[in-house]
T-cell receptor, first 117, second 114 residues
Framework: GAVVSQHPSWVICKSGTSVKIECRSL??????MFWYRQFPKQSLMLMAT?????????EQGVEKDKFLINHASLTLSTLTVTSAHPEDSSFYIC?????????????FGPGTRLLVL | LAKTTQPISMDSYEGQEVNITCSHN???????ITWYQQFPSQGPRFIIQ???TKVTNEVASLFIPADRKSSTLSLPRVSLSDTAVYYC???????????????FGTGTKLQVIP
């Protein structure tokens, strides 16, 4: 149980194009999902918190107009990198909070590798 | 958000028990402790979660002292496939209408040696 999927697993695009990444909780409903970015040999950095039916909350320094987040349902959140540039190349990971009894636990997707040429 | 401190790296031989300790001196009353494992180019995988005393599952044990200012992840009889980065996270995981965000620390890079 508690499986989170991401699609695509990797993407290569030209500079200036937009890329959409999907995050799905496959066997549970998630009111809250998170988006992280991870650069090589570094830890995960939280980009934004996504709540179903409301606007995402972005961390300081993350451009909300560049990284568009839509949490359309309790099982799907999408991250769109608009007008991508080479510096946006990174490993993007989503997570979903699964409620078990009175405690919630984050479960992570497999990640999406983005390379912007 | 409680800050966590872990050793940057550890080495262990195959078959040994490995204990990774995480310090979280400013842990709050409602905070839980969660450990994740991450392999290169993969998302973190949930290992174990606890609030106090000892928690055990099929892959690991988590020891939390009474003051909760630290915790120790214990991996029994590690194998080469346990080589990974291990993260300790501290945060309020109670269901209260919205999950509280957590901050990833640097993690501990465990290298298992044949």
């Amino acid at each position: 149980g508690a499986v989170v999927s991401q699609h695509p697993s990797w993407v290569i695009c030209k500079s200036g194009t937009s890329v959409k990444i999907e995050c799905r909780s496959l066997d549970f409903q998630a009111t809250t999902m998170f988006w992280y970015r991870q650069f090589p040999k570094q830890s995960l950095m939280l980009m934004a918190t996504s709540n179903e039916g409301s606007k995402a909350t972005y961390e300081q320094g993350v451009e909300k107009d560049k990284f568009l987040i839509n949490h359309a349902s309790l099982t799907l959140s999408t991250l769109t990198v608009t007008s991508a540039h080479p510096e946006d190349s990174s490993f993007y990971i989503c997570s979903a909070a699964n409620r078990e009894a009175s405690v919630e636990t984050q479960y992570f997707g497999p990640g999406t590798r983005l390379l912007v040429l | 958000l409680a800050k966590t401190t872990q050793p940057i790296s550890m080495d262990s031989y195959e078959g040994q028990e490995v204990n990774i300790t995480c310090s979280h001196n400013n842990i709050a009353t409602n905070d839980y402790i969660t450990w994740y494992q991450q392999f290169p180019s993969q998302g973190p995988r949930f290992i174990i979660q606890g609030y106090k005393t000892k928690v055990t599952n099929e892959v690991a044990s988590l020891f939390i002292p009474a003051d909760r200012k630290s915790s120790t992840l214990s991996l029994p009889r590690v194998s080469l496939s346990d080589t990974a980065v291990y993260y300790c996270l501290v945060g309020d995981n109670r269901w209260s209408g919205g999950y509280q965000k957590v901050t990833f620390g640097t993690g501990t890079k465990l290298q298992v040696i044949p």
